[in-house]
């Protein structure tokens, strides 16, 4: 399978089984179990590919999760895109960290801290 179309199955997952918020998260190697049922050649690095985007392919954005030591979910507030951040953060580093909190506001806009409000143009 390509990596589009396990983002797919992922994301449906995901929505169907109701993880959404950081309270009900899947267990990640619950969801890899899942999707190499699929595609049994799907390692941890490629699955990582899956959710996260591949940093390499300019303008991957992954599939718009979050993870924490809870699992993957998909993200409700703000709160838990940036607590997800700061998890990533100590992991990864801050460069890693802030490109997948992009991509997560990528597809999740209306989650990004002052999405929506009236701009005030000092005119």
Not at 26 to 39: E, G, I, M, N
Not at 73 to 82: L, N, R
Not at 91 to 105: C, E, L, M, T
Request: overall charge positive.
């Amino acid at each position: 399978m390509t990596i589009e179309s396990l983002r797919d199955v992922l994301m449906g997952y995901l929505k169907k089984n109701r993880h959404v918020g950081r309270a009900k998260a899947a267990v990640r190697a619950d969801v890899l179990w899942q999707l190499q049922s699929l595609d049994p050649s799907l390692d941890d690095r490629k699955f990582r590919i899956v959710y996260a985007g591949d940093p390499k392919r300019k303008g991957d954005f992954g599939a718009g999760v979050c993870s924490s030591a809870d699992g993957l979910f998909i993200p409700a507030t703000t709160e838990e895109v940036e607590d997800f951040h700061l998890f990533i953060s100590k992991q990864s580093g801050p460069i890693v960290a802030a490109r997948r909190r992009d991509n997560v506001y990528h597809w999740r806009p209306e989650l990004r801290p002052g999405y929506g409000k009236q701009q005030v143009l000092g005119i």
